[in-house]
């Protein structure tokens, strides 16, 4: 059976004035929702098709020629590697090609499910429309579509796109580790999961005194070199701080103990943040100390460096300064402890526990760090760190720690209330009602 990208001439192809195409793309939600730029310079080469119920538009092992944007009716895309079933309907977009990869073949077919019209743009013309758009204004949507770049001189962006490379990653591809610092990533197409490895204390009354070792405090980067803290729990962890009903005690940053009491136990949970869409960027922009030096090494001027210093310490600020005092009363003044706390409170303020999981095939357009302060203007840099445009990239490990201790409350105080409902219906029928009542009362 023929298909559209390589008998399209048999499908009679309505070559169309710029403006009559632009009115009839403008409907379409998908092309709708690309940049002024991109869209002038699909406009151009647009194509009209209309195709017959039955008929293959995409077929799987195939180059792709076009990429496709559906005006009416509405396509069904099988992948025949997993048998997944996928459908179209009017105003999205298909067969869209990775940037990193564009002559890459097709892995799905896509068939017409009903009369079905479409725009069709060829892979050359939309890649390069992508990346450079009409060529009028020198400007680059695809880092444009990025909010922190939307003033950010053309040239710089230039600049940006040469050093870029484009990386494209299957469902459950990690696409960041932990410990990653040298490289910024830019999603430009998919989505992908934030998980942060967050410390907190145990307090149990079934196991044995601690011992101070490294097995027995795990760090961040679990690296057995690194000094630890001498700091007390006790000191370091306030009596205001959220704790669960099990004894799940929220472990303020840069206050990691090696001492602990007993009955207290160091651990970690592995926690979601949420899903990043398209047009952001991972992990957040920061620099440690160790780093700062290097980079005014390389001329990168001290503004920069400063503004990216400034959003680690921002991170802790807070809770630090409000455990700080307490702490330090029994801390050694510049010993080898404080240094190894201060560690700790940095990595998590730069988040270096990150790790960023594709859930579905993501293509990231990643740049060397170092680069990209160098290359970007003080104010681009500054839109980078704004927590408005970090998102859940940027959230506070003391936020991350509130916000599971509170879910784990509610866990626990609805397991009891089911529990003592239960009890109840078991004892007596009449208790029913009484027992749902209340469990419907318990606040959130």
Same mark, same amino acid.
Request: aromatic fraction near 6%.
């Given at each position: /059976?023929?298909y559209?990208?390589?008998?399209g001439?048999?499908?009679?192809?309505?070559?169309?004035?710029?403006?009559?195409?632009?009115?009839?793309?403008?409907?379409?939600?998908?092309?709708?929702?690309?940049?002024?730029?991109v869209?002038?310079?699909?406009?151009?080469?647009?194509?009209?098709?209309?195709?017959?119920?039955?008929?293959?538009?995409?077929?799987?092992?195939?180059?792709?020629?076009?990429?496709?944007?559906?005006?009416?009716?509405?396509?069904?895309?099988?992948?025949?590697?997993?048998?997944d079933?996928?459908?179209?309907?009017?105003g999205?977009?298909?067969?869209?090609?990775?940037l990193?990869?564009?002559?890459?073949?097709?892995?799905?077919?896509?068939e017409?499910?009903?009369?079905? /019209?479409? $725009?069709a743009?060829?892979?050359d013309?939309?890649?390069? %429309?992508?990346?450079?758009?009409? !060529?009028?204004?020198?400007?680059?949507p695809?880092?444009q579509? $990025?909010?922190?770049?939307?003033?950010?001189?053309?040239?710089?962006?230039?600049? &940006? /796109?040469?050093?870029?490379? %484009?990386?494209?990653?299957?469902a459950?591809?990690?696409?960041?580790p932990?410990?990653?610092?040298?490289?910024?990533?830019?999603?430009?197409? !998919?989505?992908?999961?934030?998980l942060?490895r967050?410390?907190?204390?145990?307090?149990?009354?079934?196991?044995g005194?601690?011992?101070?070792?490294?097995?027995?405090?795990?760090?961040?980067?679990?690296?057995?070199?690194?000094?630890?803290?001498?700091?007390?729990?006790?000191?370091?962890?306030?009596?205001?701080? +959220?704790?669960?009903?099990n004894g799940?005690?929220?472990?303020?940053p840069?206050? /990691?103990?090696?001492?602990?009491?007993?009955?207290?136990?160091?651990? =970690?949970?592995?926690?979601?943040?949420?899903?990043?869409? +398209?047009?952001?960027?991972?992990?957040?922009?920061?620099?440690?100390?160790?780093? #700062?030096?290097?980079?005014?090494?390389?001329?990168?001027?001290?503004?920069?460096?400063?503004?990216?210093?400034?959003?680690?310490?921002?991170?802790?600020?807070?809770?630090?300064?409000?455990?700080?005092? %307490?702490?330090?009363?029994?801390?050694?003044?510049?010993?080898?402890?404080?240094?190894?706390?201060?560690y700790?409170?940095?990595? &998590?303020?730069?988040?270096? @526990?990150?790790?960023?999981l594709?859930?579905?095939?993501?293509?990231?357009?990643?740049? +060397?760090?170092?680069?990209?302060v160098?290359?970007l203007?003080?104010?681009?840099?500054?839109?980078?760190?704004?927590?408005? =445009?970090? !998102?859940v990239?940027?959230?506070?490990?003391e @936020?991350?720690?509130?916000?599971y201790?509170? #879910?784990?409350?509610?866990?626990?105080?609805?397991?009891?209330?089911? #529990?003592?409902?239960?009890?109840?219906?078991?004892?007596?029928?009449v208790?029913?009602?009484?027992?749902?009542?209340?469990?419907?009362?318990?606040?959130?």
């Amino acid at each position: /059976m023929p298909y559209c990208e390589h008998f399209g001439d048999t499908f009679g192809k309505e070559n169309r004035c710029a403006r009559e195409a632009d009115t009839l793309l403008i409907h379409i939600q998908s092309f709708a929702k690309l940049p002024a730029p991109v869209r002038r310079a699909m406009a151009r080469y647009a194509t009209l098709l209309h195709v017959a119920p039955g008929r293959l538009i995409i077929k799987a092992g195939h180059s792709p020629l076009f990429v496709y944007f559906l005006l009416s009716g509405a396509c069904i895309a099988t992948d025949p590697a997993t048998s997944d079933v996928r459908s179209y309907s009017a105003g999205e977009c298909f067969g869209a090609v990775p940037l990193s990869d564009p002559a890459a073949p097709r892995k799905v077919t896509i068939e017409a499910v009903v009369e079905t /019209m479409l $725009f069709a743009v060829p892979v050359d013309e939309y890649v390069q %429309a992508v990346t450079t758009g009409d !060529g009028t204004d020198g400007a680059m949507p695809i880092w444009q579509c $990025f909010g922190p770049f939307k003033d950010t001189p053309p040239e710089l962006l230039k600049q &940006l /796109m040469v050093i870029a490379t %484009a990386a494209r990653y299957e469902a459950n591809q990690i696409i960041l580790p932990p410990e990653e610092r040298k490289n910024i990533c830019f999603l430009i197409r !998919g989505t992908c999961k934030i998980l942060r490895r967050v410390p907190f204390v145990l307090k149990r009354t079934d196991i044995g005194p601690p011992a101070c070792s490294p097995a027995a405090t795990p760090n961040l980067s679990d690296r057995s070199s690194r000094p630890s803290t001498s700091v007390s729990l006790r000191s370091s962890v306030s009596s205001d701080e +959220p704790r669960t009903s099990n004894g799940l005690y929220a472990v303020p940053p840069g206050t /990691m103990p090696c001492e602990l009491l007993q009955g207290e136990q160091l651990i =970690y949970r592995m926690l979601s943040l949420g899903e990043l869409e +398209p047009h952001a960027h991972f992990p957040p922009l920061r620099l440690l100390q160790t780093e #700062a030096a290097v980079y005014r090494s390389q001329s990168i001027s001290s503004t920069k460096v400063d503004i990216l210093q400034r959003a680690v310490e921002r991170q802790y600020d807070s809770h630090w300064k409000n455990t700080q005092s %307490a702490a330090t009363k029994i801390r050694a003044p510049r010993d080898s402890a404080q240094g190894a706390s201060e560690y700790e409170r940095e990595s &998590l303020a730069a988040a270096l @526990d990150m790790t960023v999981l594709a859930t579905t095939p993501c293509e990231v357009l990643v740049i +060397p760090k170092m680069d990209l302060v160098r290359i970007l203007d003080v104010e681009s840099i500054r839109q980078l760190v704004d927590p408005d =445009y970090e !998102g859940v990239v940027g959230t506070r490990v003391e @936020d991350v720690q509130k916000e599971y201790l509170s #879910a784990k409350r509610w866990e626990t105080g609805r397991a009891s209330i089911v #529990a003592e409902y239960r009890g109840r219906n078991r004892s007596s029928s009449v208790g029913t009602a009484t027992g749902y009542k209340r469990a419907k009362e318990v606040p959130s």
